[in-house]
């Protein structure tokens, strides 16, 4: 088993900028790629970032692209969404998740954590 919790959510102002990490626990984490999926209330969940076990790959939602920053730190075990210039409609759970490939739909993904919210206010 693979556990995974994130942290780092909260409320914060349009423009503003915030850290999402994930630590995870019980199995090698290097093998896998993590992901970072969110889902606002009333939405399915949706695919954020994807990066692989070295960290050279990365793979973003067009609607992040160029405001979100997805890395790791296979010696901590921990994989980070970095989110700047946060708007109100990515107000939502956030949630990390491991798959053994790069994927973009969350049933490809194994492992998923409780979730962290993050609330961004016009």
């Known amino acids: 088993q693979l556990q995974l919790v994130e942290s780092g959510g909260g409320l914060v102002q349009a423009g503003g900028s915030l850290r999402l990490s994930c630590a995870a626990s019980g199995r090698t984490f290097i093998k896998y790629f993590m992901g970072w999926f969110r889902q606002a209330p009333g939405k399915d969940r949706e695919f954020v970032a994807v990066?692989?076990?070295?960290?050279?790959?990365?793979y973003y939602a067009d609607s992040v692209k160029g405001r979100f920053t997805i890395s790791r730190d296979n010696a901590k075990n921990t994989v980070y969404l970095q989110m700047n210039n946060l708007k109100p409609e990515d107000t939502a759970v956030y949630y990390c998740?491991?798959?053994?490939?790069?994927?973009?739909?969350?049933?490809?993904?194994?492992?998923w954590g409780q979730g962290t919210q993050v609330t961004v206010s016009s």
């Open positions: 998740a491991t798959s053994i490939t790069r994927e973009t739909r969350p049933p490809q993904y194994d492992y």
């Open positions: 990066i692989s076990w070295s960290g050279g790959n990365t």
